[in-house]
């Protein structure tokens, strides 16, 4: 067996435990700038005692060449952690503003009944009148009053003109009281019972909406895509395709 004086054995090992330690390091991306330097200073210690011998001065031309590779080694890692932390703030920012969006509070979508439209419909009196009160307990934020008119509209003018709109109303009133569950389900009813009414995006969209308060978000992610798909020349098929945008990026 080959032999070498103790000191030249003790230089050799602690070069050994030196690459080795550099190598984990740069496998794990965990070394730090201050491990560089006590690498470095430990090469020109040694440098400095005169190791000797051809093993010896291997080892040593070989732990340079390693750190000098560390620092290729570490550069890169730098710029690839750079780039994550780019994606994972703006896939931030855009979760933050799919949120905003959704917890924003939803204008009224044209097409709400006014006064002008009701004074030319052809319903009756008392038609017009339990929709006009429930209307206006819906502009007035009285959401209990809102809920319980327009379902009485409902059960007593089924198949009303204004049906569809009752039963939207109705639906965004649940959405005020924080009802999001109820809600979810009213907008569905809208959307499958009146599909082809000019309340079916809308209350898609809105469907999308409470699921987001409840926080399913792929669920909302299809409602959306089918206002997209379903609706695609409704005012709120824009606004539907950049939620989804949103959405997918930010999952």
């Known amino acids: 067996m080959r032999t070498f004086p103790v000191g030249s054995a003790r230089r050799a090992a602690t070069l050994r435990a030196a690459a080795l330690f550099i190598t984990c390091g740069v496998l794990s991306a965990c070394v730090t700038v201050a491990e560089h330097r006590k690498l470095e200073e430990e090469v020109l210690r040694l440098k400095r005692h005169g190791a000797v011998g051809s093993d010896a001065r291997a080892n040593v031309a070989d732990l340079a060449a390693q750190v000098e590779s560390l620092h290729g080694e570490l550069a890169a890692l730098r710029g690839r952690l750079e780039v994550a932390e780019h994606r ?3 896939a931030l920012e855009e979760a933050r ?4 969006a959704a917890h924003g509070a939803a204008a009224p979508p044209s097409g709400a009944a006014d006064g002008d439209e009701l004074a030319l419909s052809n319903a009756a009196p008392e ?3 339990l ?3 429930a209307l206006d307990a819906w502009r007035g934020d009285d959401n209990q009053a809102c809920v319980d008119r327009f379902r009485e509209f409902l059960q007593t003018h089924p198949s009303s003109d204004y049906a569809d709109d009752a039963a939207y109303w109705m639906a965004d009133c649940h959405f005020k009281q924080g009802d999001f569950r109820t809600a979810v389900l009213r907008f569905d009813d809208v959307a499958g019972r009146y599909p082809a009414g ?10 999308g909406e409470a699921l987001l308060r409840l926080g399913y978000g792929e669920a909302a992610v299809k409602a959306f895509e089918r206002v997209v798909n379903e609706y695609p020349d409704s005012p709120r098929a824009g606004e ?4 989804v945008e949103l959405l997918r990026a930010s999952g």
């Not at 503003?97 to 905003?100: D, G, H, I, Q, S």
């Not at 000019?198 to 469907?207: G, V």
């Not at 539907?240 to 939620?243: C, D, E, P, T």
Request: no cysteine; charged share 45%.
């Open 88 to 90: 994972s703030d703006q």
């Open 97 to 100: 503003a799919a949120r905003k």
């Open 127 to 129: 038609e017009l009148r």
């Open 131 to 133: 929709y006009r009160e």
């Open 198 to 207: 000019n309340k079916a995006a809308d209350a898609l969209y809105r469907q």
């Open 240 to 243: 539907a395709k950049r939620q």
